[in-house]
Antibody, heavy 119, light 110 residues
Framework: QVQLVESGGGVVQPGGSLRLSCAASGFSFSSYGMHWVRQAPGKGLEWVAFIRHDGTNKYYADSVKGRFTISRDSSKNTLYLQMNSLRSEDTAVYYC????????????WGQGTLVTVSS | QSALTQPASVSGSPGQSITISCTGTSSDVGGYDYVSWYQQHAGIAPKLMIYDVIKRPSGVSSRFSGSKSGSTASLTISGLQAEDEAAYYCCSYAGSFTWVFGGGTKLTVL
């Protein structure tokens, strides 16, 4: 079945960098666009970034534009999120999610990885 | 990219029906029929319940239904069950390959 497994979270100081990974299995990874969505502790969901199935186009929320970069490696069936210039407000659980082709929805989601930005 | 507006909490007794609203603008909810709803139990990843305003993925109970009027979308859960207690989030496409979520609604089954 479809499985998404995030990794790479941890504690980082303000201004630091971190790279998250999302290992995909159970579907044709290169055929689907992929999203990152985050959830600050005790807060709601926030869409972060989307990459098209072939990696040609990438889109970002205003809150992370210029600091975060989404990418993918179809040879490894893996999605990435490079996060630079991290701020305390970036502290959150980061989920990767697969697009529903032809529809603007996210399904399924990974289990998430926690990023804590703190000195 | 302002968050969609949802009530912070709703509650209902087993067997009853509840409706959760999700209000946006003409740039998101009102401009596209691309509203989706997600259920999130505590500590678990969200699960898709409704997409394209009214469509239900296979495996999702028919007790869950969606609708939209103008810039407000709604999720209705009929025949409430204890297992429905969770947070619910709406999401709308906002154009130019961007999406916006609501703040979430905590459903309590009394």
């Amino acid at each position: 079945q479809v499985q998404l497994v995030e990794s790479g979270g941890g504690v980082v100081q303000p201004g630091g960098s971190l790279r998250l990974s999302c290992a995909a299995s159970g579907f044709s990874f290169s055929s689907y666009g992929m999203h990152w969505v985050r959830q600050a502790p005790g807060k709601g969901l926030e869409w972060v970034a989307f990459i098209r199935h072939d990696g040609t186009n990438k889109y970002y929320a205003d809150s992370v534009k210029g600091r975060f970069t989404i990418s993918r490696d179809s040879s490894k069936n893996t999605l990435y999120l490079q996060m630079n210039s991290l701020r305390s407000e970036d502290t959150a659980v980061y989920y990767c999610a697969k697009e529903v082709i032809g529809y603007h929805a996210f399904d399924p989601w990974g289990q998430g990885t926690l990023v804590t930005v703190s000195s | 990219q302002s968050a969609l507006t949802q009530p912070a909490s709703v509650s209902g007794s087993p067997g009853q029906s509840i409706t959760i609203s999700c209000t946006g603008t003409s740039s998101d909810v009102g401009g596209y029929d691309y509203v989706s709803w997600y259920q999130q139990h505590a500590g678990i990843a969200p699960k898709l319940m409704i997409y394209d305003v009214i469509k239900r993925p296979s495996g999702v109970s028919s007790r869950f239904s969606g609708s939209k009027s103008g810039s407000t979308a709604s999720l209705t859960i009929s025949g409430l069950q204890a297992e429905d207690e969770a947070a619910y989030y709406c999401c709308s496409y906002a154009g130019s390959f961007t999406w916006v979520f609501g703040g979430g609604t905590k459903l309590t089954v009394l």
